[in-house]
């Protein structure tokens, strides 16, 4: 009896976890404590104290188990940065002190126990990673799909009143729906074909999520009705069970273990451009060494941009005559006073080009990996994200 007792008092006292942090990793303006809220995140945590928020685990010295089932962050907690051991120290369900100590419940102080009600954070309340509501909507749907994985799905066969497209309230007759796949669908098309721009292999095709649908009447047609709608949907557009699944965001953000190396191939929704908390699909997947969590840098390529420099026109033909003479660019020279009027420039090539350097100005987060892709959420952008943009270790 007695140990069971003192094994619940030491289960009931705060967990104090002081972990060595790089100083070279912590920013100059760090805040010396910071009492986690509602609504926060572990990456908007960590880039208050760290000046590369996917450093975290390197921080704080997580192994891999961890980093699977990462230690649960909760509203709040605190956490402390004690700069003279420059040690990070989290506090759960405690008060921080000016030097990190939680009053009188702390390490190494007998505490006095009485019976009182104590309140204990539920396991979904748990910080996340990054916000549930910008990816949920991606983790449980099929964004890659084969060139025939959705043709012998059930599919919408007409529209009521023959209405061209339809959405949320409007109703619609399917085919091919059983009643083992129950009543709740998606709705999906398939939409572009997602190829490597290094290799020009097929990855597979992008599946364009357009709504939900519930049976109403199930018969060989059945009779549907879309309960919600993101695009518009047309017959043809096929049918998925709903999943029921709850996802899960127990991931940390974190550097790839070995050398990628990717392109962006498209971003959701046929977007030419997308910026922070946009959705793009990577060139590289699960056989490629990604995993959910790790963080890619963005490069623009000057040789492959979508805005590179070029030695060539852009649309159609060139030249006065609209011949295909190449195109000769000129780097713009400030011309001396004793110098002649008229020099003769120098021309850009395009083995130059290939010698420019690459811009790094952004960050992406995996959040779902397939065999050969990936999508990942833009985190960071100081210009537009642009397809064929490089991605590769940060």
Wanted: charged content about 25%; aromatic content about 8%.
């Amino acid at each position: 009896m007695r140990k069971t007792i003192i094994s619940l008092i030491l289960l009931m006292t705060p967990c104090l976890s002081a972990l060595a942090a790089d100083a070279g990793a912590l920013k100059e303006d760090a805040p010396d404590s910071y009492t986690v809220v509602k609504g926060d995140t572990l990456w908007s945590i960590s880039g208050r104290f760290l000046k590369d928020p996917w450093k975290w685990p390197e921080v704080w010295k997580m192994n891999q188990d961890q980093i699977k089932n990462p230690h649960r962050i909760y509203p709040g907690d605190v956490v402390v940065l004690d700069r003279a051991s420059q040690q990070l120290r989290l506090v759960q369900g405690g008060k921080a002190g000016p030097t990190g100590s939680t009053g009188p419940e702390q390490a190494g102080t007998t505490v006095k126990l009485s019976p009182r009600v104590r309140a204990e954070p539920l396991k979904d309340d748990a910080v996340p990673t990054i916000s549930p509501s910008t990816i949920e909507p991606f983790l449980s749907r099929p964004m890659v799909v084969g060139p025939s994985e959705l043709d012998d799905m059930p599919f919408i066969l007409a529209t009521q009143e023959n209405r061209l497209a339809i959405g949320a309230g409007n109703v619609a007759y399917a085919e091919r729906l059983t009643k083992e796949m129950g009543n709740d669908f998606q709705v999906f098309r398939r939409g572009d074909a997602l190829v490597d721009p290094e290799t020009n292999e097929l990855l597979g095709y992008q599946a364009t999520y357009l709504g939900e649908a519930r049976v109403r009447k199930l018969a060989p047609q059945s009779t549907i009705e879309i309960t919600k709608s993101q695009q518009e949907i047309y017959a043809g557009d096929r049918l998925l069970p709903a999943i029921k699944e709850i996802p899960t965001f127990a991931y940390v953000p974190r550097a790839p273990g070995k050398p990628v190396r990717g392109r962006i191939v498209s971003t959701y929704g046929n977007l030419g451009e997308t910026g922070p908390s946009g959705i793009v699909a990577l060139s590289k997947g699960s056989k490629d060494g990604l995993e959910v969590g790790h963080v890619l840098a963005i490069y623009r390529s000057q040789s492959t941009s979508r805005y590179e420099v070029r030695s060539s026109a852009l649309y159609g033909r060139q030249g006065l005559s609209g011949n295909d003479s190449p195109r000769t660019y000129y780097d713009e020279q400030i011309t001396p006073r004793d110098g002649p009027i008229f020099q003769d420039g120098k021309a850009i090539s395009p083995e130059s080009i290939a010698k420019l350097p690459d811009e790094r100005y952004g960050l992406v987060m995996v959040f779902r990996t397939f065999d050969r892709a990936a999508f990942g959420l833009v985190m960071q952008a100081s210009r537009p994200v642009a397809i064929n943009d490089l991605v590769t270790n940060p």
